[in-house]
C-alpha cells in the first residue's frame, strides 16, 4: 500500500515490503474539489481497447535507469450477468534488475460499465521473496464485500461496503472521469479504497497546471496531483510524489515523480492505443 490512509478497522497485515514498482498503483490517483461527489459517474474518458505502456526508470548512482514496465488494458467483459469493463494492470522490472527486486505483480478488476461500481477485484503481487494475492467479490445489494487470502482459501472474510466505495484499479479508472473545471489549487477530495482486506479513507490533492514530457519526447499540456504517501514503505511520508495527467478529455497518465526512501523513481508513458478522443493536449513542435 503506498498512501497514507486513515484506516476504518485494525489491519490485517502490516509487512512492510520494499515495493519499488507500486508507484504504478498510482498512476491514475487524481481529484479534484473537495466538495466533489464520489459516485456520479457523467460520461467516461476511456472505452475497450485502451492500452497505455509505461516505463519506470530509477536514480541509480545519480544515473536514471528503465527499471521496469507497466501496461493498463480495457477490455469488456460479462461478469454474473452484468456487463462489465475489464481492467487489467501488468508490471514487472526488467530481468537484468531483478536481482535489486524482482516484481511481478497483477491487478484485475471487473466494473460496470453503467456505474462502475466495482464487481469483482483480483491482486496477485510477486515482489521479491513475498507473494500477495487477494480475490475480492462485491455484493452491492447486501452492501458487503467478501474476500480470501489464497487461491485455495475455503474460508471467506467480510468487509462491510460503503457507497461509493472502490477496489484499486476501478478507483484508478473512476478518478479519470472527474470534472475538473471548477478546481481549485490545493482543493483534495476524499476516496474510499478497499485493499489488502481493510477499508480506507484517503485523499488526493489538485496543485495546479503545467507540461510535462513522455519518454519519446513528446510534450503535453497537463493537469498536476500529490497524492497523501504512506509511511513504513519505500515512500516517505507526505505528499512527496507529483502525478501529470494530460489536460484534455482522456485525463492520461503522462508522467509521475517521486522521492523515495532510498533514491527517486521517474515514470513515462511510451506507448498509448485505443485512446477515445483526440488528444489535444499535446504541444506541436514549431
Known amino acids: ?90 508490471g514487472k522490472t526488467f530481468k537484468e534488475y531483478d536481482w535489486i527486486f524482482r516484481v511481478r505483480d497483477q491487478y484485475q478488476s471487473w466494473a460496470s460499465q453503467e456505474h462502475l461500481s466495482p464487481q469483482r477485484f483480483i491482486r496477485n503481487a510477486q515482489e521479491g521473496s513475498s507473494k500477495l494475492y487477494y480475490d475480492y467479490e462485491f455484493n452491492q445489494s447486501d452492501n458487503e464485500v467478501y474476500f480470501r487470502k489464497s487461491r485455495k482459501a475455503i474460508k471467506q472474510d467480510t468487509i462491510d461496503n460503503t457507497e461509493c466505495s472502490f477496489d484499486l484499479m476501478t478507483l484508478v479508472y473512476y478518478a479519470r472521469t472527474l470534472d475538473f ?32 514530457t513522455s519518454r519519446n519526447g513528446s510534450r503535453y499540456k497537463v493537469i498536476k496531483f500529490r497524492p497523501l504517501l504512506i509511511e513504513g514503505t519505500i515512500f516517505k511520508s507526505g505528499e512527496d510524489m ?45
Not at 191 to 211: C, M, S, V
Open 1 to 90: 500500500m503506498i498512501l497514507r490512509l486513515h484506516k476504518l478497522n485494525p489491519p490485517i497485515d502490516s509487512k512492510n515490503h520494499w515495493r519499488i514498482f507500486l508507484v504504478w498503483n498510482l498512476l491514475l490517483f487524481y481529484s479534484s474539489s473537495y466538495t466533489y461527489s464520489q459516485c456520479p459517474v457523467d460520461g467516461l474518458p476511456y472505452a475497450t481497447g485502451e492500452k497505455l505502456d509505461y516505463v519506470i526508470y530509477y536514480n541509480l548512482k545519480k544515473l536514471w535507469v528503465p527499471a521496469g514496465k507497466v501496461r493498463f488494458e480495457v477490455q469488456d467483459s460479462l461478469y454474473k450477468g452484468v456487463q462489465c469493463f475489464h481492467f487489467n494492470g501488468l
Open 181 to 212: 473545471s471548477t478546481v481549485k489549487i490545493m482543493d483534495t477530495i476524499p476516496l474510499t479504497i478497499i485493499l489488502d482486506g481493510q477499508k480506507y479513507n484517503t485523499y488526493i490533492r489538485y496543485t495546479g497546471r503545467g507540461t510535462a
Open 242 to 286: 507529483e502525478v501529470s495527467v494530460s489536460d484534455d478529455k482522456n485525463r492520461i497518465p503522462i508522467y509521475v515523480e517521486a522521492s523515495i526512501l532510498i533514491g527517486k523513481v521517474k515514470v513515462y508513458i511510451e506507448k498509448m492505443n485505443g485512446i477515445k478522443y483526440p488528444i489535444e493536449s499535446r504541444i506541436k513542435k514549431p
